[in-house]
T-cell receptor, first 111, second 115 residues
């Protein structure tokens, strides 16, 4: 069983549409991160959310941390082809605080 | 201001050979992590190292895989007697000591193909 489940697994939309991807867990986290990975590259950190209920905006991207700090969502407004990539949520786990990644959402934005 | 450097970017090995993947962390970073990724999947944690010390190797297969981060030089992920199932992208990430929320900086990965 995956600690961090992301949905949907795949998403293909047209340029200009809005979308939301989700990251869910039964565990509580002190913080949660979102990364984007483009083909052939390593993941790049987009945002870290720390406080339950927190909302952070990064241009057309809106990130929310659930009130109970068990889940998070990423909403993209007016998607563009440049938003295409693999979106990964991640959280610290275990006594050594290693970073564990979610299952990922692969987004394709068609022009 | 170089980021995390990984080499080689692409490596082809035949079954039974050894693969060595190298990672130089960002300047000033003393924590290194290795992850493995299959196509269109998330990243699977393998090992977490500090200089001369393995902190957490709970994601490493028990056999054939080893990792080190010596006092001088890059971190090395070593895979002995490779099999086709080892084909994957291996990513290295680094962080400064004591990063409170654990943000990692990733290299561009090393893609291993086992023939």
């Amino acid at each position: 069983t995956q600690l961090l489940e992301q949905s949907p697994q795949f998403l293909s939309i047209q340029e200009g549409e809005n979308l939301t991807v989700y990251c869910n867990s039964s565990s509580v986290f002190s913080s949660l991160q979102w990364y984007r990975q483009e083909p052939g590259e390593g993941p790049v950190l987009l945002v870290t959310v720390v406080t339950g209920g927190e909302v952070k905006k990064l241009k057309r991207l809106t990130f929310q941390f659930g009130d109970a700090r068990k889940d998070s969502s990423l909403h993209i407004t007016a998607a563009q082809p440049g938003d295409t990539g693999l979106y990964l949520c991640a959280a610290l786990r275990g006594a050594t605080n290693k970073l564990i990644f979610g299952t990922g959402t692969l987004l394709a934005v068609q022009p | 201001n170089a980021g995390v450097m990984q080499n080689p970017r692409h490596l082809v090995r035949r079954r039974g050979q050894e693969a060595r993947l190298r990672c130089s962390p960002m300047k000033g970073h003393s924590h290194v992590y290795w992850y493995r990724q299959l196509p269109e999947e998330g990243l699977k944690f393998m090992v977490y190292l500090q200089k001369e010390n393995i902190i957490d190797e709970s994601g490493m297969p028990k056999e054939r895989f080893s990792a080190e981060f010596p006092k001088e030089g890059p971190s090395i992920l070593r895979i002995q007697q490779v099999v086709r199932g080892d084909s994957a992208a291996y990513f290295c990430a680094s962080s400064p000591a004591g990063a409170p929320t654990g943000e990692l900086f990733f290299g561009e990965g090393s893609r291993l193909t086992v023939l």
